[in-house]
């Protein structure tokens, strides 16, 4: 029974990051495509927090790099982000699992806009900067995300009864 | 089911946070600095095209609809107005046809080589970058199909970009606005030599560095691939210049110029085999 909910649990982590790639990549319009969440890192930021015991840096890094090698930026931009943002969550997470959802969108920005300028720092040494603004933006976006993603998934972790 | 032990060993989260720090730094140094990665590369662009084909899917849904949904009527009234485009068209081609023979002709007299007729593959283009910094695209056509390494991507009006990555059923297109491209064009109406850069960004402008006050420059000139680079096919539509700054108290004068092709809104595109690929290139 125990195997079969960790299944479950695996499944549905494997769905939402599937998902949220799809996200990354689905063509959107230029001038709207700031305003695109930066889903990944939310996710991995969500279950890092709500399952230290089994997602940790490793399992970021590896998120990360497929992200590099989708959307076919620099390798190893997203993953060395993501890595360092996991570890902060791995250090902070009974704290954050306190604050309330507004309260952790607050966190989720700062996240998100550390992400952001490590993710620019690499692609800047490729060639391609954005502009201080557009990080803001997105981090920002992210952040208004959380609750909407976070609502959901408690859903989805009430309905499938995981922990 | 066995017990996690309490106190877990092997390295503590810091030192592996370090240390997997340190790989993606290697990483994308080995990826920006070095050609170690290429062979990976090329994978990754097999793995990575159809997850690009599938998020393109909602496109090509709306395409359909429009296709199957359309009324007979209108159906009818854009097969009319095709028809006159095609019958102007061919007129413009049997002109071109006796243009493209006395040119022919000349450049025997001149004794120069004879440019032929390149060779074109229709691509549809499945994906695009989805960083709005970098202007590249993904297009359905690979190595199976001839494809190969700084090949040119033309679309109806002019040149995109050309080939930097290919895979064995898609290719990696970098387009002209990238702000990592450059290439050398000259200007229709005198063969004034010039460089067009990509801006990069937001932008989707070529910009020409390097424009001295005096030069014969003047906004409407059409500027064409001059193919020195020796990357680009001569003679292709590159951009229109739509502003030309000079200013006497700067050393060159400030030229912008919109790309030909529609860069942005092009769903298919032309590749042009204008020579075999080079071994090891």
Known sequence: MVGKLKNTYYVIVIISLCIAMFVAIYPMSDRYSELRPELLCLLVIYWVTHAPQNFGVLFAWSVGLAQDVIEGVAWGAHAMALSIVAYICLVAYQRIKNYSVWHQSIWVFIFVGFHQVTVNWVQGLAGY??????????????????????????????????? | MTIKPLFSKGPSVGVKTAIL??????????????????????QAQDIVAPLYWVSNLPSKIDDWSD???????????????????????????????SLAAENVRLRQLLNSAETLEDRVLITEIIGRSPDPMMHQIIVNRGAEHGVYR????????????????????SSKVLLLTDSRHALPVQINRNGEQLIAEGQGGRSHELALPYVANTLDIVVGDILVSSG???????GYPVAEVIEVVKDPSKRFARVITKPMADIN?????????????????
């Open chain 2, 265 to 281: 809104r092009s769903r298919h595109a032309l590749l042009v085999f204008d020579h075999p690929p080079a071994e090891g290139s």
């Open chain 2, 228 to 234: 020195l680079g020796q990357r680009f096919p001569i």
């Open chain 1, 129 to 163: 900067d954005a502009t201080p603004k557009e990080l803001i933006l997105s981090a920002m976006v992210s952040a208004l995300f959380w609750p909407v993603l976070f609502v959901s998934l408690m859903r989805i972790r009430l309905i499938y009864r995981l922990g």
């Open chain 2, 150 to 169: 700084g090949q040119a991507l033309v679309d109806a009006k002019g040149l995109m970009g050309q080939v930097v990555e290919v895979g064995t059923r």
């Open chain 2, 67 to 97: 296709n199957r949904l359309l009324s007979r009527e209108r159906l009818i009234q854009e097969n009319e107005s095709l028809r006159i485009e095609n019958l102007v068209l061919k007129r413009k081609l049997q002109l071109n046809a």
């Open chain 2, 21 to 42: 720090t340190l790989i993606s730094i290697g990483i994308a140094s080995a990826y920006l600095f070095t050609d170690w990665l290429a062979p990976l590369k090329r």
